[in-house]
């Protein structure tokens, strides 16, 4: 059996012996390390006429837990697909300074939504400058709040479309680049 629940039953107490990390990470780490075993409780699933029975051992329904929301995940991704306009699409990363790391740990909610309106403002405030797309884009933004080397890294990733509408109808961007990196760094670390 090879799964997060069993690598986090064999290793997590360790990591958590040489690594700060805050109270939310902990009880994740405990739910999906207990995810369908006899720590989560069970019941016992058989026919009606008492052929065969077996114990089924409960999930933890956390939302990071990989036996538990692919199912889930995969209706989100089908949902999202059907939302998605037919055109190209852009990747755009938005991340905080590693400086305000320690405001995130203790006030998360709070710097999460200034950082979904900070980003959502500067899109809107600069495909809506006629030097750049002058009409409104449609844009999917999604928050990840670890790094690849599971350190603390909260960035968005942003799926905007390359283009826009005004007035019912469909504009391209003006230049040759979608928008510049430089000036939508600069607004955003503006908000």
Request: charged letters at 20%; one cysteine or more.
């Amino acid at each position: 059996e090879r799964t997060i629940g069993k690598l986090l039953r064999t290793s997590y107490s360790k990591l958590s012996e040489t690594q700060r990390m805050p109270l939310h990470v902990h009880r994740a780490a405990r739910q999906l390390s207990a995810c369908r075993t006899r720590a989560m409780g069970g019941h016992i699933q058989g026919c009606p006429d008492g052929h065969a029975a077996r114990v089924v051992f409960h999930s933890c329904k956390h939302r990071l837990c990989p036996q538990c929301n692919t199912l889930p995940k995969e209706r989100w991704l089908l949902k999202m697909r059907d939302r998605l306009i037919a055109c190209a699409h852009h990747h755009l990363i938005f991340t905080i300074p590693h400086q305000l790391h320690d405001l995130w740990r203790y006030n998360r909610e709070w710097l999460m939504q200034s950082l979904f309106a900070s980003v959502a403002g500067t899109l809107q405030t600069l495909c809506r400058d006629a030097k750049y797309l002058d009409s409104t884009p449609g844009f999917i933004l999604a928050l990840h709040t670890w790094g690849r080397s599971l350190q603390l890294h909260p960035h968005i990733h942003c799926l905007i479309t390359d283009g826009g509408v005004k007035n019912g109808a469909w504009l391209r961007p003006k230049g040759s680049c979608f928008l510049p990196a430089r000036v939508v760094m600069s607004l955003f670390r503006g908000k």
